[in-house]
């Protein structure tokens, strides 16, 4: 059974509808919607009154709840309806790979120029680890994001970091009159332990993105994380395989780097 009680006003509108349409059905409408329709089963005139049924403790509920709530204080007037459509997400992944082959070239530039041999060498290792990367994220089955083609530009721009430190390190042992076998292997020797700080510590604030984040961050997080231990492998394994194969083959009396 669900209760209710008029104001004066009230009261007296009540009193009249239902004196005049005494075994009649009363609709109670909420927004043009029947919510529910009674009879009316004598005249009402004290008001307050009941209305009973097959009503379960829910269904009683919600019923008093919509009488409380009454009708919205103003209609609801349309303005301005906008619709997001898939299109606009293939459009920001569009753009994220013109940034990513843009970015890629202009770092594929500036490592010959810089490096010059081995600016080659470590081009090389980018797209070998790019491939790799991409290879890992097909065998996981993840989804290609605007996140994560940012995870992967960040790849390229932490591999190219631990190329660099390499590279730098083994001009300083060039300098220091060490011959070029000796130079590369202390070269590699030195900037690994900068290089697995700076990769295990992006690592971990990866691991936390994936586990706290949701959504596009995940997809961040995932692709950061495997594009990290990809960038380590090309820059610490595959690139010194590389220029030592190339040392030990051309044997070269001088190392443009």
Partial sequence: MVAFEFDKK????????TTDNTYQRLAILLDNKVISAPQIREPITGGQGNISGNFSPETANDLAVLLR??????????????????????????????????????????????????????????????????????AIEATLTMP???GIVLTVGMAVDANVLVFERIKEEI???RSILNSIDLGYKFAIKTILDANFTTLIAA??????????????????????????????????????????????KRLYI
């Fill in 148 to 150: 994560g083609i940012a």
């Fill in 175 to 177: 300098r220091s009159g």
């Fill in 69 to 138: 709530a009454g009708s919205l204080p103003a209609p609801i007037k349309v303005l301005e309806e906008r619709t997001v459509g898939p299109s606009l997400g293939i459009d920001s992944i569009e753009a994220g790979k013109k940034a990513l082959v843009i970015g890629f070239i202009l770092v594929i530039v500036f490592m010959i120029i810089r490096y010059k041999a081995f600016g080659i060498v470590a081009d090389l290792a980018i797209i070998f680890n790019i491939i790799l990367l991409i290879s890992m994220l097909s």
């Fill in 207 to 252: 691991l936390l993105l994936y586990n706290y984040g949701s959504g596009p961050i995940k997809g961040f997080a995932v692709t950061l994380s495997i594009g990290i231990l990809t960038s380590m492998f090309t820059a610490l394994i595959l690139t010194k395989l590389i220029v030592t194969f190339w040392v030990l083959k051309l044997k070269p």
């Fill in 10 to 17: 009230g009261a007296k509108k009540f009193a009249r509808v």
